[in-house]
């Protein structure tokens, strides 16, 4: 593939990684290559880690946060220090090339971080995770609405995105003035205020066992070096779904987290030109 100047070879192309959808290596790497021009700019100068699948989804996979020696000259890294002492080379995407390369290495599912190159100890965004207990989407799309109202009170824009899995993710932008301590301690204290006024549909309960069938409001990501999931990142699951930002709008009549998938985003980054 020739993908802007840049020659990237992808091997096996016919290799099927999603099976029972028959969709290939290749299919993929065209995939990222088309949502790059949505994808570039939210990700751009964020470190990323990949969750890699060479055999497909049903193979053994691995999650690699440090950029691997052989990897071409053109792709761009960051040097991040560890909390424990170190330092990592982590990759950061800033071409629709990059993109093709990381999916012929099987990376089908791209996390970023929270903050980015310049101020990488300071995030420029907050995010809510919420996750099922049990198969009720509406329990999900419940408490994204009164995590809206609740950080649009302290003054925030708050943004939607389905993750492509099971729940949703409600992100406020900030701007990068706080440390990740800060910054984590205030989404503890707005999960703790939301959790007390919807005890019967909200819990902080880190243990499975514990949370019944509530949804679970996890900040935990809201730390250094912690990710989220990228938006347009396929996941590795059946349908190749997307994690793919919304409207609130959107959200009324959203049925599920994978509703947008690889076969049928087309229809939708029409809609957003």
């Known amino acids: 593939m020739n993908i802007d100047g840049r020659e990237v070879e992808i091997s096996h192309p016919d290799k099927p990684l999603y099976p029972e959808d028959g969709i290939t290596k290749q299919q993929i790497a065209e995939y990222y290559v088309k949502v790059a021009p949505y994808m570039l700019p939210i990700i751009k100068d964020r470190p990323v880690v990949m969750q890699r699948f060479p055999e497909g989804i049903h193979g053994e996979a691995f999650f690699q946060k440090e950029a691997s020696e052989y990897f071409p ?5 960051v040097t991040v220090d560890l ?32 903050s980015t190159r310049p101020h990488i100890h300071k995030p420029d965004r907050m995010v809510f995770d919420l996750d099922p207990s049990e198969d009720n989407f509406d329990k ?9 109202a609740t950080l649009e009170g302290r003054g925030y824009s708050p943004r939607l995105m389905t993750t492509g899995s099971r729940g949703l993710h409600v992100i406020a932008p900030l701007k990068p003035n706080r440390d990740f301590e800060t910054v984590h301690k205030e989404t503890q204290a707005i999960a703790e205020e939301i959790r007390q006024r919807e005890p019967d549909l909200l819990t902080t309960e880190a243990r499975i066992a514990k949370r019944g069938k509530k949804v679970y409001l996890d900040v935990a990501r809201n730390s250094y070096g912690q990710t989220q999931v990228a938006p347009y ?11 793919t930002p919304i409207s609130w709008e959107e959200l009324e009549k959203l049925q599920s987290s994978r509703q947008y998938n690889l076969n049928n985003i087309d229809s939708r980054l029409r809609g957003l030109n």
């Open 233 to 243: 990142s396929l996941r590795a699951l059946s349908g190749a779904p997307v994690a």
């Open 83 to 114: 909390i424990k002492g170190g330092k990592q080379h982590l990759v950061l995407i800033d071409s629709a090339a990059t993109l093709a390369y990381l999916a012929n290495q099987g990376a089908l599912t791209l996390h970023i971080w929270l």
């Open 73 to 77: 000259k053109w792709i761009k890294t």
């Open 140 to 148: 999900i799309k419940r408490a994204a609405w009164i995590i809206k």
